[in-house]
């Protein structure tokens, strides 16, 4: 089973910009991957999807916009830039071959 480690979360000010990283431990270039985030007492969201080739792309409505999902199949590596963040963004992120391959997780903290 291919591992999936992300990174580059932490704490910014709204309206800042952070780049996660999601590095997979084999090839995943035949995948759909996607980022998912849950909040405190929240369930487990859909962010944002990528099909394999990176052709396709979809977002929820609430990040349309400021948020952008990438791959480099060569790296094995799968991007989700966040730009102009808010608040409500604050939640664990993580990176998924959906359904059943999951990531750690990095907290990413939007606050004044």
């Known amino acids: 089973q291919v591992q999936l480690v992300e990174s580059g979360g932490g704490l910014v000010q709204p309206g800042e910009s952070l780049r996660l990283s999601c590095q997979a431990s084999?090839?995943?270039?035949?995948?759909?991957m996607a980022w998912y985030r849950q909040a405190p007492g929240k369930q487990r969201e859909s962010v944002a999807v990528i099909t394999s080739s990176g052709g396709t792309k979809n977002y929820r409505d609430s990040v349309k916009g400021r948020f952008t999902i990438s791959r480099d199949n060569a790296k094995n590596t799968v991007y989700l830039q966040m730009n102009s963040l808010k608040p409500e963004d604050t939640a664990v992120y993580y990176c998924?071959?959906?359904?059943?391959?999951w990531g750690q997780g990095t907290q990413v903290t939007v606050s004044s």
């Open positions: 084999g090839s995943i270039s035949i995948y759909t």
């Open positions: 998924s071959i959906p359904p059943i391959n």
